[in-house]
T-cell receptor, first 113, second 115 residues
């Protein structure tokens, strides 16, 4: 089944404790992206990647890191999480440059205490 | 800077009526894409419809159509014959094709379909 998976789905952590949210897609998509969704703000793009070893900042990259060592994986790293990073995070992928047909993962709900 | 505006935070519509969700955008680019996503209460994001800036025809996908008015920079979503299952949050989004490939979303419109 074609899908984007994210793990974990729910995470409670404390300020400053490094964490990684994994994202994997099995559709051989080139474009992958991370978003955060906050009430009243819609979705905001954190980072995106057009291909392996190519990553670019979205609109809200501060406090996050990503890597794209393999085509299928695009982990999101929070080196020192803070409470303002409490949010719902989505990973998405799309084939080639057709960003319009993005396939979203199920979301990861993160609470930073 | 690019911007997407959805002016309707919430809407209530009677079942079987047509619905128009507004979306205006601001960009100086010539090549861009516009799309709509649906987010039901279960939380997943579902792609609905896409319109390229150079597409001459308005996009349609089943009951969904995109009313693209380039000069007015609007890309409204029209849902014909609404159903209870259409109750959800709807997001308009835009991408700058071939430039920096960023994608920006509007803040969303919550649609409630009344029986």
């Amino acid at each position: 089944e074609a899908q984007v998976t994210q793990n974990p789905r729910y995470l409670i952590t404390v300020t400053g404790k490094k964490l990684t949210v994994t994202c994997s897609q099995n559709m051989n998509h080139e474009y992958m992206s991370w978003y955060r969704q906050d009430p009243g703000l819609g979705l905001r793009q954190i980072y995106y990647s057009m291909n392996v070893e190519v990553t670019d900042k979205g609109d809200v990259p501060e406090g996050y890191k990503v890597s794209r060592k393999e085509k299928r994986n695009f982990p999101l790293i929070l080196e020192s999480p803070s409470p303002n990073q409490t949010s719902l995070y989505f990973c998405a992928s799309s084939p080639g440059t057709r960003q319009e047909t993005q396939y979203f993962g199920p979301g990861t709900r993160l609470l930073v205490l | 800077a690019q911007k997407i505006t959805q002016t309707q935070p919430g809407m209530f519509v009677q079942e079987k009526e047509a619905v128009t969700l507004d979306c205006t955008y601001d960009t100086s680019d010539q090549s861009y894409g516009l799309f709509w996503y649906k987010q039901p209460s279960s939380g997943e994001m579902i792609f609905l419809i896409y319109q390229g800036s150079y597409d001459e025809q308005n996009a349609t996908e089943g009951r969904y159509s995109l009313n693209f008015q380039k000069a007015r920079k609007s890309a409204n979503l029209v849902i014909s014959a609404s159903q209870l299952g259409d109750s959800a949050m709807y997001f308009c989004a835009m991408t700058r094709k071939g430039r920096d490939d960023k994608i920006i979303f509007g803040k969303g419109t919550r649609l409630h379909i009344l029986p």
